[in-house]
């Protein structure tokens, strides 16, 4: 049986251009006033997964619903999606996108447009092409939320944008989510998924790696991260262990990122006499960091050497 | 959902318009300094009457100088499929229903085109085509033969050559420049070269040529009245009844607009 709560189900869903598989068996799940972050690299199949769901690709297998029904246009009524890229008419002005939204949404608040234009102070009378980067993100985020959606959909909604706004974009995410809004959303900044998502997917190659509540993630993944007199040795058992997602030494200290309490990785360790030792929780960089696999974590290691 | 299209198609009918303006302000300079009006207006008397002009033949030009700004108008879907569907296909209506709309929003500025192209060479004509003793005497502006369907083939011209490009591009992600810059030439050369030989070794080539015709719009604007002997023709003495000519060019309309529907429906972003 359905559960009501969900809003937005992903099942097995997969999507190919010609040999490559952007997006291969994606199944996610995002409940009634949720907000689901998003994460990957570049390239991992998040976009193409946004375009999938909202029907601008077509999946070759897979399923989308939206409050166990299929994606039917009247749905995007109450849906606003912020595209990664600028997908906005160059030659037409801020103001003509909001007169333009406002005459293609019955639920255009007038009122909450204004009020987003002053908090992102962009000049509505300027063409598009004559904004700044940010400034089209703003505009974007203005349009989107101005019909004050029940589903939104943002990809990378912070990019181009400074701190401050991008500090705005939370807040108003969390303004909606307050309300009853579901969100699904992508970002590159990790800090900014920790801080806004409770629930988080992670993409790698096109395929969801790893899931789960966030809190839940990070209770559940530790670092034992042990100093030694010397150089970290390498300590017999420790790469091998299931539990050991990744294992990084740098000089003196040793990391290991653990998926369980770390107790049995830090007695393993403890038998090798380190200065000192201790357990921490993983924040999400270090949680996506393990999840992307090897080469990922090798390339930011080689990156923090150089 | 229209308002992006309307502001479209509202610059381009405003260039239009300022071109027309413009072109009316230079033959009315060169009528006051050169003698040309005086001239056109010999050449239309016969017996010192002025020969009427059937209103539908000055259609005719305005629908042909028209279909410039469906050309320019029918690149719309292939430009929305270049880096807009994110924007454009998350609104509550259908794709049909959203390619349709933009559609018809450029057909009704096609249309505003056609009259005022039509306005332009009226007024050229009341003001200039008249008798030495002033303005818009003697001037006869009468219906012709068959009026309403060559009215309607006049008015349909327009609209179906921009449906065949819209519907030869709406698939082609921001690539109908390629439609837009060929379309015309091709057009021409295939009327053009109808005329070919009917005998030797032309036969084959003259034969190709006359069943591509059959798909070429411009066979459709032909026309030959007996009343002024205007012509507004791409090939000569070859001109179909009204009645089929309209029917044509309507078949192409719906065509071109059910094909550039089809398209929108598979576009991706």
Redesign the interface.
């Known amino acids: 049986m359905m559960d009501t709560n969900v809003v937005i189900s992903v099942d097995k869903l997969s999507k190919r251009y010609g040999a490559t598989h952007a997006v291969d068996g994606v199944s996610f799940q995002v409940e009634r006033g949720s907000i689901f972050g998003l994460l990957g690299t570049n390239g991992a199949g998040k976009t193409t997964t946004f ?1 999938a769901v ?5 999946p070759q297998s897979g399923e989308v619903r939206f409050e166990g029904e299929p994606l039917r ?5 109450r ?3 912020v ?1 990664e ?1 600028c ?3 160059g030659w ?1 002005t801020g103001q ?1 996108h909001l ?2 939204t406002k ?3 019955r639920r255009f608040d007038a009122a909450r447009a204004r009020a987003l234009v002053d908090l992102f102070a962009f000049d509505e009378q300027k063409k598009v092409r004559q904004l700044s980067k940010g400034q089209q993100s703003a505009l974007a985020l203005t349009l989107a939320f101005s019909i004050r959606p029940d589903i939104l959909v943002l990809d990378e909604p912070s990019s181009g944008l400074d701190p401050v706004h991008q500090r705005h974009v939370l807040d108003l995410m969390f303004d909606a989510a307050a309300g009853g809004a579901t969100i699904l959303f992508s970002s590159h900044q990790i800090g900014q998924v920790e801080r806004a998502a409770d629930h988080v997917a992670i993409m790698h190659k096109g395929k969801i790696v790893l899931t789960g509540d966030v809190e839940a993630l990070r209770a559940g993944e530790k670092v034992v991260e042990a100093t030694f007199d010397s150089d970290a040795p390498i300590i017999a058992g420790l790469e091998g262990d299931p539990h050991v997602r990744r294992v990084e030494r740098h000089g003196r200290v040793l990391r290991a990122y653990v998926r369980n309490d770390g107790n049995g990785v830090a007695n393993l360790i403890g038998m090798a006499k380190p200065n000192s030792m201790r357990v921490l929780n993983q924040n999400l960089e270090d949680i996506f960091l393990a999840a992307v696999g090897d080469e990922s974590a090798a390339a930011l290691d080689a990156a923090r050497r150089s | ?4 299209e309307f ?1 479209r198609a509202r610059n381009s009918v405003f260039i239009y318009t300022l071109v027309w303006a413009g072109l009316f302000l230079l033959t009315a300079i060169l009528s006051v300094w050169l003698p040309m009006g005086e001239e056109a207006h010999k050449a239309a008397h016969v017996g010192g009457n002025l020969i009427p002009q059937p209103w539908p033949n000055l259609l005719g030009f305005a629908a042909i100088a028209a279909s410039i700004v469906a050309t320019v108008l029918g690149s719309t879907l292939s430009q929305e499929a270049d ?13 049909v ?1 959203y390619a349709s709309v933009m559609i018809a929003v450029d057909f009704a500025a096609i249309i505003v085109a056609v009259f005022v192209g039509f306005a332009f060479v009226w007024l050229h004509y009341a003001i200039f085509h008249h008798t030495t003793t002033g303005c818009c005497q003697g001037y006869r502006l009468v219906a012709g033969p068959d009026p309403v369907f060559n009215t309607l083939r006049f008015l349909l011209f327009p609209l179906a050559w921009y449906a065949i490009i819209a519907g030869l591009s709406a698939g082609w992600r921001g690539k109908a420049g390629i439609v837009q810059g060929l379309i015309w030439p091709l057009a021409i050369a295939i009327a053009a070269l109808r005329e070919l030989p009917s005998t030797g070794g032309w036969q084959a080539w003259h034969d190709l040529f006359v069943a591509l015709n059959v798909f070429n719009p411009l066979m459709y604007v032909s026309y030959n009245d007996r009343v002024s002997e205007t012509t507004v023709q791409f090939a000569a003495g070859h001109a179909l009844p009204a009645i089929v000519s309209a029917a044509m060019l309507a078949l192409f309309m719906f065509a071109g607009w059910a094909s550039a529907a089809l398209q929108w429906r ?1 576009a ?2």
């Not at chain 2, 569907?85 to 794709?95: G, Q």
Request: proline share 6%; glycine share 4%; charged share 25%.
């Open positions: 375009r909202l029907g601008l690709a077509f246009p009247a749905l995007f009524e849906t606003a999606y595209p890229r997908a906005l008419y037409m003509d007169e333009l005459r293609s949404f | 959902m229209y308002y992006k502001l880096g807009h569907l994110e924007f454009a296909l998350t609104k509550p209506a259908s794709r229903a598979r991706e972003a």
